[in-house]
T-cell receptor, first 112, second 112 residues
Framework: SQQGEEDPQALSIQEGENATMNCSYK?????LQWYRQNSGRGLVHLIL?????REKHSGRLRVTLDTSKKSSSLLITASRAADTASYFC????????????FGQGTRLTINP | GAVVSQHPSWVICKSGTSVKIECRSL??????MFWYRQFPKQSLMLMAT?????????EQGVEKDKFLINHASLTLSTLTVTSAHPEDSSFYIC????????FGQGTRLTVV
């Protein structure tokens, strides 16, 4: 079953604006990762945040993690048309098999 | 960075035939690979964990006789969809590693 739920399911903004996507999960995690998927393609790893970290930056990406609320957010600043894609959070559980469990994803559209 | 190559990118087959999808790690050894299935506009659902030199571990509800997995070497895992039916039409993606996973390009399977 899916571990994570993301919202919104779809987001459409103007180029230059910031985009924020949220992810919630159910059980304790080792780390949480964000991936991007262009239509009909594989996934590309964006950023990983460990359970003992609260915030992480990578270029125009900012990820936060609140383990007390079991939630994470991905912020893309100064969005570009090329950022149009689906974004998924994925969690690696502390216990259990070595695998990633993906959220439902957010379809982001950046309008030029 | 590490690369995972998946082949073919797309395949159309007749109902009742079998289709083999290959997943290769090009510049690293992967004792474990993962196979996912993705329906349109939905998230990735883990089907099975492929283990080099041993049997694959299937997720609940995935028919192991339907989706045969072979991980014969440290750089190659194959997924064979046997006796394919139209409902098997989907996007299949492989990945390697759990931390900052690397994904193949995906295979679009259409069963007619």
């Amino acid at each position: 079953s899916q571990q994570g739920e993301e919202d919104p399911q779809a987001l459409s903004i103007q180029e230059g604006e910031n985009a924020t996507m949220n992810c919630s999960y159910k059980t304790s995690i080792n780390n949480l990762q964000w991936y991007r998927q262009n239509s009909g393609r594989g996934l590309v790893h964006l950023i990983l945040i460990r359970s003992n970290e609260r915030e992480k930056h990578s270029g125009r990406l900012r990820v936060t993690l609140d383990t007390s609320k079991k939630s994470s957010s991905l912020l893309i600043t100064a969005s570009r048309a090329a950022d149009t894609a689906s974004y998924f959070c994925a969690t690696r559980l502390i216990q259990g098999a070595q695998k990633l469990v993906f959220g439902q994803g957010t379809r982001l559209t950046i309008n030029p | 960075g590490a690369v995972v190559s998946q082949h073919p990118s797309w395949v159309i087959c007749k109902s009742g035939t079998s289709v083999k999808i290959e997943c290769r790690s090009l510049d690293f050894q992967a004792t474990t690979m993962f196979w996912y299935r993705q329906f349109p506009k939905q998230s990735l659902m883990l089907m099975a964990t492929s283990n080099e030199g041993s049997k694959a571990t299937y997720e609940q509800g995935v028919e192991k006789d339907k989706f045969l997995i072979n991980h014969a070497s440290l750089t190659l895992s194959t997924l064979t969809v046997t006796s394919a039916h139209p409902e098997d039409s989907s996007f299949y993606i492989c990945s390697a590693r759990v931390t900052e996973a690397f994904f193949g390009q995906g295979t679009r399977l259409t069963v007619v």
